[in-house]
């Protein structure tokens, strides 16, 4: 049986068309791995973020960093930055060091089963201490605590507020179920006038600031302030 010319020619044809569709696909598929490796920029949680804190305010208090991981393994909710569309959501549920943030895990107000109580007329204000700073361990939720502020040249330590209410310590609040639900501890949340709110915020910026725990019977006077040159009560 003999094959002509034509069949020959329609061969080479349909073999050059097999290999172009065969480069082509395997030059999308590079591609699309390629796209998958290009690293992408994201927030992680660089400590333990209790639910009801704005995320705005998780990144003045340290509690954020970017990282970079690739396209591939970052989900399509993680978010890549804190900017005015996002900067006043809250935390739904308490994010854990380590983790990404996502924006499914934010919303306009905190999930009601773990939401803190904030009293009428008050703000709740969100501040970072270390162990010395927040009394070792002893704070808890509905601990009343003073509260002292020292100048950032440390010529001048201050009463700020001779007397507030602890709402929470980490992600447990006086409204907590679950006081499994820790956080971390290095967040305490005060319950302050609007105004003292304005003054607490300041303070975290231009001083440090250290608790006292209070007793019921404890009186502390407004507004003291003690230099260096009276250390020693002279």
């Known amino acids: 049986m003999k094959i002509s010319k034509y069949s020959y020619l329609i061969a080479i044809v349909l073999a050059v068309l097999a290999g172009v569709a065969v480069y082509a696909y395997q030059s999308s598929a590079d591609s699309r791995a390629l796209a998958g490796k290009q690293p992408v920029t994201v927030l992680m949680a660089k400590a ?8 705005q305010d998780a990144l003045a208090q340290g509690a954020l960093k970017l990282e970079n991981f690739p396209a591939g393994t970052v989900p399509a909710e993680a978010l890549g930055n804190v900017d005015s569309t996002n900067g006043q959501l809250v935390v739904n549920h308490a994010i854990a060091a380590g ?47 003073v509260l002292y502020w020292t100048a950032g040249d440390n010529k001048l330590s201050h009463v700020l507020f001779p007397s507030a ?25 005060l319950s302050l006038p609007p105004a003292d709110a304005q003054r607490l915020v300041l303070a975290t910026r231009t001083g440090s600031l250290y608790f006292g725990l209070l007793s019921d019977s404890t009186v502390i006077s407004s507004g003291s302030s003690i230099t260096p040159d009276k250390l020693l009560g002279n």
């Not at 333990?48 to 995320?55: M, S």
């Not at 943030?101 to 703000?123: H, K, R, Y």
């Not at 310590?169 to 820790?182: E, H, I, K």
């Open 99 to 145: 983790q990404l943030v996502l924006s499914t895990e934010l919303g306009d107000t905190a999930a009601a089963t773990t939401q803190i109580q904030v009293p009428n007329g008050m703000v709740a204000v969100s501040v970072n201490a270390d162990d010395p700073s927040r009394v070792a361990n002893f704070l808890v939720p509905g601990s009343k605590v």
């Open 165 to 189: 209410d602890v709402l929470a310590v980490g992600a447990v609040s006086t409204a907590s179920t679950n006081t499994g639900q820790s956080g971390s501890a290095n967040l305490i949340t």
């Open 48 to 55: 333990d973020i209790p639910a009801g804190v704005k995320l």
